[in-house]
């Protein structure tokens, strides 16, 4: 029986959308502009990378052909001509430009109503919201209530936290409620606990996630993010193609922030790891064992939050060469009838202004024994993406979407 692997390059945008000003993403394009700036040699980073960005896996599966036709003109990415992989670009349908409209919509389920956003401030959050949480998780107050990047606001606040006991909270351009709190000081559990507290709280302003962000380090200049991160998302509004696949027995195997995306919806097993690297490793290991019929779905978190929001170019490049170093070992593991497809689930352009996602196109990368290189174009929406992994594993259809296969 077939199986259907999945991997989701978090924030990899082919390019603005039609309606990517209504965001305020005119102009973006994660992927083009990573490419044109290691061509021109503004990513260049002694000890990490130098020169024209180097593809050549990545471009063999379309990728270059993919981000090509959606801007509509070439890249300068050096690379062998296509030789595996369906390769196309998708628009977004859903309202918003956040982690679960994207995965969300890519297993057939589009968010139509827009999410709840909390203004810049400060403060940026209801103030009736935050003395309820104060009550409720029994705090001596908070930290921040703005708009801010997490690594900066737990520079800037950290010590202050440390020393009060006070957890900060603050938001961003996506539908999101972060509580950033120490390990030690302030407690692992206890964070959590908090954050579960938040979660029900913000479900009348119709907030996506509430993200918990655990920090270590003593002192200004030492304070570091640490991987025990947890999202807690609202749970998908209607039945996706995992909860599909898992209703007909099939395993559903999430990888890294899937379950989290989900709210462990569909699934029959979460497999944690911390990094691209790791989330690699679980990758290649679950597709491994994995039964027929199965979906094994990875996100590679690294390029949205080590290096989109953080703006970093050559970090961004880097990372992407280490993924298409990884490519042969997925490609080399494959079965018969297997079908595995690299996708996003919205951009990140590193060198936008700010450090929010952007309203991008995502490349759509279809391959595995028997798939024939060839273009499939533009997509309306994601959803195509569900509709053709719920014809090649022999599912019901979506009811929505077409498929590209």
Known sequence: MARAIVGVLDSLGLGASEDAARYGDAGANTFA????????GAADVAGLRSGPIRLPNMAALGFGAAAAAARGRALPLAGPALSAGAYGYAAERSAGKDTPSGHWEMMGLPVEQD????????????RALVERLVAEAGLPGVLGDRHASGTEIIEELGAEHISTGRPIIYTSGDSVFQIA??????????????CAAARRL??????????????????????????????YATPPHGPTLLDRAREAGRAVIGIGKI????????????????????????????ISAAPDGAVVFANFVDFDTLYGHRRNVAGYAAALEAFDRRLPDLRAILRSGDLAVLTADHGCDPTAPGSDHTREFVPVIAFGPGVKARAIGRRDTFADIAQTLASHLALPAMPIGQPFL
Do not use: M
């Open 33 to 40: 502009h990573i490419v044109e700036a290691c061509a021109a």
């Open 115 to 126: 999410w709840g956003y909390f203004p810049k401030g400060p403060p940026s959050f209801p």
């Open 259 to 286: 379950g989290d995306i989900f709210a462990q919806r569909g699934l029959t097993r979460t497999v944690k790891a911390d990094g691209n690297d790791a989330i690699f490793d679980a990758w290649l290991s679950e």
């Open 202 to 231: 913000v479900d009348e302003y119709r907030i996506g996630r509430v993200i918990a962000r655990p920090f270590l380090g003593e002192r200004q200049g030492e304070f570091r993010r640490t991987p025990a991160r947890r999202d």
């Open 181 to 194: 709190a120490h390990e030690r000081h302030f407690g692992l559990q206890r964070l959590y606990d908090v």
